[in-house]
C-alpha cells in the first residue's frame, strides 16, 4: 500500500487529567478515525502511575500507535502515588511502561509518519523549563519567583517535580535540550518534522496567559529557533490549557490540551475532540495571522 492509498490521520490530544472522572470518561470515549490512525499525546495525563498506565493503554489498544510526550504532572512524585521515584527515575519507570504498552517516548527511535501528509518524522520530545520565560521587568529566576510568590501564582511543580539527581530542574532542562538538539539533527534532513511537546517551544502562546508570571513554567528560550531549524510541519503542545491554532514564521503551532471540567465546560467546543495535525484540513488556523490572534483567558497549569 502507498501513502496515497492510505486514508490514515496524525490526530493529537494533551492534558488528559484523568484524576478527574469527567476527563476519564472522555478518554473512554476517544476512538480512532479510521484503522490507520496515530495519536499524539502531549503529557499531563495523570499525577499516579497507575492512572498514567491506564489511560495510555486504553488508547493504545484503540489506536494504531501513540507518541507519548510527557507533562509536569507526571512527573510529580504525588503523595497519592504508590509510586516514590523522583526526577530522571521516574521518568525512566514511565519509559519502561510505555514499552510495556507499545507506548513510543521521546526515548525511542523516532517514527515516520507514512499516511497522507507525510512522510514526516514524528518526535516526541522531553524538554522541561528553565525559568527563561520571566515576567516583564524581572531579570533573573530569584526575581521571577520573588515576583509569583507575591502575587500568589506559583506552579505546584515546585512543590512535587523533583530534578534528582539533578540539582536543579533548569540544570535537567539544559541537559535535555542539548540530548534533542543532538537527536534532531540525526532525522534525515529530506524530512519535515512534527515535534511533540508539552510545553511550546516559542515563547508567543504564553502572551495570553491570563497570569503572565506562570509563563516561567511554561519552556524554555533555547528552543526558540528549532520551529525554522528542524523543517517544522506542526508544533503540537498543551500545558497552557488553551487549545488553538496559532502561526509563527510560517509554522503551525496546535495546543491541543483538554484541561480540568472547569475549564472545558465554558468552552463551546465539545470537550475530548482529538485534533489533526495530518493530512491537514483545508481552512483550519489562522494562517499568517500574528500569534496573538485567539486570545483567551490564560490557563494556570
Ligand atoms: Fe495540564
Ligand atoms: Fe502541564
Redesign the pocket.
Known sequence: MTTADRQGRLLAIS?LHIGYAENRALVEQMRPETDDDWLLVA??VAETVADIRWALETLASRFRKVIWAP???ELWTHPKDTVTLRGVARYEHLVEVCRELGVTTPEDPYPVWECPGGPVAVAPLFLLYDYSFLPAGCATKEEGLTYAHGTGVVCTDEHFLHPDPYPSREDWCRARVAETERRLAEIPAELPTVLVN?YPLDRHPTEVLWYPEFAMWCGTRLTADWHRTYRVAAMVY??LHIPRTTWLDGVRFEEVSVGYPREWRKRSEPPGKLRRILPMEVGSGDRGAAPGVGRGRGGT?
Do not use: E, L, S, T
Request: hydrophobic content about 0%.
Open positions: 492534558d503529557g499531563d507533562g509536569n504532572h508539552h498543551g500545558h497549569r
